[in-house]
């Protein structure tokens, strides 16, 4: 009989670590797709790099996107390593996340023109992101069970594409529409 309510927490428990496991693709894709796919490289030729031709800014935005793919070919197997040392896959999410965060939100930051230190920023951002998806993934196998592996990879990858694209929505009003919530103009609202 006392075992059943322990039973019961663990089953809660379980079902809250993979409800938040697809949550954090929620969270990670829409920075993909919002600041990758959508407003960064827009807004890098026409605010940052406005004084730039369209081919030196498409050059130069080549080059950032390209040194942090090239980092993170390099140290992605490094992180796994060391995030499957002592069971810290949380930690490295969590250091990695915070610095594509930290790294996106300081875009703010960034004067028109500056497009160097948008770049650096940019391009940390992304390892960011990039860093803190190999933890999250090797987490699934610590949320989930050997037969529900594919039921809830699938249940992050639609999280992730509904939060994106939630997200990407949200700002293409925002930037239609700033007035609407606050903001002075357009270049504010990205």
Do not use: C
Not at 46 to 63: K, N, P
């Amino acid at each position: 009989m006392a075992a059943e309510p322990w039973r019961g927490h663990q089953e809660l428990m379980g079902r809250r670590a993979r409800i938040s496991w697809a949550l954090y693709d929620w969270g990670n894709s829409a920075f993909a797709t919002t600041v990758m796919a959508g407003f960064f490289p827009v807004f890098f030729k026409e605010y940052w790099a406005r004084d730039m031709s369209v081919t030196d800014s498409t050059f130069w935005l080549g080059v950032g996107n390209s040194a942090a793919s090239t980092l993170m070919v390099l140290f992605a197997p490094l992180i796994g390593a060391l995030a499957d040392q002592g069971n810290s896959k949380k930690r490295y999410l969590l250091l990695f996340a915070f610095l594509g965060a930290l790294m996106t939100s300081s875009l703010f930051l960034v004067a028109a023109g500056m497009w160097q230190v948008a770049l650096l920023f940019y391009a940390l951002g992304i390892i960011g992101f990039s860093g803190s998806i190999v933890p999250y993934d090797a987490l699934l196998v610590d949320v989930a069970e050997e037969d529900e592996l594919d039921r809830v990879s699938a249940l992050g990858y639609a999280m992730g594409y509904l939060g994106g694209g939630l997200l990407f929505a949200l700002n293409v009003f925002m930037v239609l529409k700033p007035g609407f919530f606050g903001l002075s103009d357009a270049e504010q609202a990205v």
